[in-house]
């Protein structure tokens, strides 16, 4: 049967009639943006993650933009970041004048490699901001560290990874900020884009933060910085609290599944490599994205494969940050990072949504062993 990669009509049904209810609220009040569901949504997630405030903006994006603009990021100033993720995360840095310098990744976890970050430190080096790949954190103890000796401040981008433990401790609860998006596909998904800044415990911060995302505002018209508009909108903080409730369910789901897939897969070959259930202590991967390596070559003929079956997948991502055209001014060559251009050849993500049923998930792991038994 098809399986596509991701399927949001199911847990959209779960929360629609409560949207719907909510949505007429909105018409009688007319308070559509940064109203009460947005003061609602982030006093439940500062609780949920365990930082002390909660900022909603308009995207993942503007959070990561506004999580450095609060850090006073200038023109010239170096931010060590992974190249093996989502363009936002470099995309952000340049758009301030900032420079990213691009750390390679663990290739067990795809995130970068404390190693890496330590040898890119120099006096120009502002920000450090890791990214918690796929649902797994970063090794927060040992970039903390590294950053807290040199007195580097720590933006966590986190939007792929609100939920996600490592070393007893949540997303957000490391860096003095944390970057989350709730674009429709991670596991806390709006119904279009939405985002959050999370801080850890800086009061000052938080207010700052809260003034960038409404033009450096406050009071009305007295501007105290230049800030972007990054408000985020009423009905998609009514969205994403009709989620929430269900938001531990999803991610416990994601990991059932997750411990299936590594069950049902076992019998590949040394082509195909895929993650440990768990690589770090006290800790909860959640998933967002299920990604085996396939090696030699093979990556695109088993997507190929899929595509026969009716199985979706999904390459994240195929060109690194350091090797895409509009950062060639950096200098970066083949090679220079490995172990990131290594991921970006054989990185395939198969279905792992938490609705999924075992037929689905017996559909992927037989297509898969079965590419395999052809050759």
């Known amino acids: 049967m098809p399986v596509p990669m991701i399927d949001l009509v199911a847990q959209n049904a779960v929360i629609k009639q409560k949207v719907l209810e909510g949505l007429s609220g909105l018409f009688d009040t007319c308070a559509f943006v940064l109203g009460e569901n947005v003061r609602g949504l982030e006093t439940e997630l500062a609780s949920y993650s365990g930082a002390r405030f909660a900022v909603g903006m308009s995207s993942g994006t503007d959070a990561l933009l506004v999580a450095m603009m609060a850090l006073d990021l200038r023109p010239g100033d170096e931010v060590i970041l992974p190249s093996f993720t989502f363009f936002a995360t ?6 301030l004048g900032a420079v990213p310098v691009f750390a390679d990744i663990d290739p067990i976890t795809f995130n970068a490699n404390p190693q890496a970050i330590e040898a890119a430190v120099t006096a120009r080096t502002k920000a450090i901001m890791p990214v918690h790949l796929f649902g797994q954190l970063a090794d927060m103890p040992k970039i903390m560290d590294i950053a807290d000796t040199r007195g580097i401040p720590v933006i966590e981008d986190a939007c792929q990874s609100l939920g996600a433990i490592g070393w007893g401790r949540n997303s957000g609860q490391f860096g003095q900020l944390t970057g989350c998006s709730f674009y429709p596909t991670k596991n806390l998904g709006a119904l279009g884009d939405a985002g959050l800044v999370l801080i850890r415990d800086d009061e000052a911060l938080a207010q700052k933060t809260h003034r960038l995302r409404v033009h450096g505002m406050e009071p009305v018209y007295c501007h105290h910085e230049v800030g972007i508009n990054g408000r985020l909108d009423e009905f998609q903080a009514l969205a994403l609290r009709a989620k929430l409730p269900f938001l531990e369910g999803w991610h416990e789901a994601r990991r059932k599944n997750a411990k299936w897939n590594f069950e049902g897969i076992r019998g590949l070959p040394c082509e195909a490599r895929h993650l440990r259930v768990e690589t770090i ?20 003929a088993l ?24 950062f060639e001014y950096l200098g970066y060559k083949i090679g220079s990072l490995p172990e990131t251009e290594l991921a970006s050849k054989e990185v395939l993500s198969l279905p792992i949504y938490p609705e999924m049923g075992e037929e689905h998930l017996e559909e992927v792991a037989s297509a898969v062993l079965g590419f395999f038994a052809l050759e």
């Open 281 to 300: 202590p006290d800790g909860r991967h959640i998933y967002n994205q299920f990604t085996v390596r396939v090696k030699n070559g093979r990556r695109d």
């Open 90 to 95: 470099g995309g952000v840095v340049s758009r």
């Open 303 to 326: 997507m190929a494969h899929l595509k026969t079956k009716g199985i979706g997948s999904a390459i994240f991502y195929p060109i690194p940050l350091h090797r895409q055209p509009c």
